[in-house]
């Protein structure tokens, strides 16, 4: 069964972090610059709490309400929280159910010390998944034919 350490392996273990107070802008600038879809929001007191995440969808919902004031609207009004997060360890099938039944799409991965070591998308859960089932067709397939 493949982990979520192997996902990370694969994808790499970068995170992009904001303050709450943040700008909406400035967020949204950072999620186009890097070509992602959600980062983590932590505290300013200690750069290490997860106190949130911050997704595209939030970020859209926030401006059909207030398209006006986006700009200016700092991201620890819009974030999602209570953030549910991952371990290295955990199956990506358990990860995919969790994402299926929290309807999220973003999971940060914590350490055993709880420190942010990672993110897995759906996206790379689902591809993840693929990669498996994949192998192991081509496993059956060898025994079958031996």
Known sequence: MATIASVLARKGTEVKTVFPSTSIREASNMMYDYNIR????????????????????????????????????PVGHCMTTPVKSTSPEATVESVATAMKTGKFSHMPVLDHNGQLCGIVSIGDVMVAAL??????AAHLSKYINT
Do not use: A, K, Q
């Not at 929001?41 to 709490?49: A, I, L, Q, T, Y």
């Open 38 to 73: 959600s980062i983590v929001v932590v505290s300013e007191d200690n750069d290490r709490e997860i106190i949130g995440i911050i997704t595209l969808v939030d970020i859209h919902r926030t401006l059909v309400n207030n398209d006006h004031e986006l700009p200016r609207i």
């Open 131 to 136: 990669v498996e089932s994949d192998n192991l």
